[in-house]
């Protein structure tokens, strides 16, 4: 896979499968902008990937996606650090454990601002300002297609992904640009041991169920390289057969 005078744009990228993400990229050839909440974080992201990686095809910028100012602005110092745009990697998500009937609608609003509207900013400034030829992919969960107590939310807006991946995909195609979507299950991250489900044994990890960020990473770099033109608006499950057991 060669990404080689290619730019992209990684949300969640300060660690995890976004950092995995970032890597592979760079690997590729590719420049790449690092987005995420946290200026500390980000920073100690591009000093482990500028040990190994060209620093000056790696840049940051603080973005909370939940904020359409700030995505463009993200966008704005991509273009104007890369002079250019082709590859999106919406990666950033937030989750909460309550019951439903404890919820609120700030508890749903603050999981669908990051989980889907954030996809939806990313994209709409893609169709604007992507040169052609790109492409787009949206992390979404298996929690889209069967979930667990606790997490509506969160599995409301990972669902809700898939079918912005597919609406997405329609209107790209006249901009020459691609989009597909990946459902990861459990993945060796923060997000997946911090779960309180799992700590308190209501959802089984069977440790060779778990994956790697690497894991993902491989599948998003084909989902955006050349070799998958044929590939659009497609929602690709990387679990290691997780949801296939019965």
């Given at each position: 896979m060669g990404f080689d005078q290619r730019i992209a744009i990684v949300t969640g990228a300060s660690g995890g499968i976004g950092k995995a993400v970032a890597r592979r990229l760079l690997q590729g050839g590719a420049g790449v902008m690092l987005a995420a909440r946290t200026q500390a974080h980000l920073d100690a992201a591009r000093e482990e990937l500028g040990r190994d990686f060209d620093p000056d095809r790696i840049a940051t910028f603080a973005c909370d996606v939940a904020h359409e100012d700030q995505v463009i602005a993200a966008v704005d110092a991509t273009v104007a650090r890369f002079g250019g745009w082709d590859l999106m990697v919406n990666n950033a998500g937030t989750m909460l454990f309550k019951k439903i009937e404890d919820q609120t609608e700030g508890d749903w609003r603050g999981i669908l601002d990051v989980d889907l509207l954030g996809a939806f900013f990313f994209t709409k400034q893609a169709f604007l300002?992507?040169?052609?030829?790109?492409?787009?992919?949206?992390?979404?969960?298996?929690?889209?297609?069967?979930?667990?107590?606790?997490?509506?939310?969160?599995?409301?807006?990972?669902?809700?992904?898939?079918?912005?991946?597919?609406?997405?995909?329609?209107?790209?195609?006249?901009?020459?640009?691609?989009?597909?979507?990946?459902?990861?299950?459990?993945?060796?991250?923060?997000?997946?041991?911090?779960n309180p489900n799992v700590k308190a044994g209501v959802e089984k990890i069977d440790k060779a169920d778990v994956g790697a960020p690497e894991d993902l990473a491989a599948a998003i770099a084909f989902l955006l390289d050349e070799e998958a033109r044929f590939v659009d608006g497609a929602s690709l499950r990387v679990d290691g057969a997780r949801l296939a057991r019965l």
């Open positions: 300002r992507m040169r052609r030829g790109g492409a787009i992919v949206n992390v979404s969960s298996v929690h889209a297609v069967e979930t667990e107590p606790l997490v509506a939310p969160y599995a409301a807006a990972k669902a809700a992904l898939l079918s912005l991946t597919r609406s997405a995909a329609l209107e790209g195609k006249d901009k020459g640009i691609r989009v597909n979507a990946v459902l990861p299950g459990a993945v060796d991250t923060p997000m997946l041991w911090d």
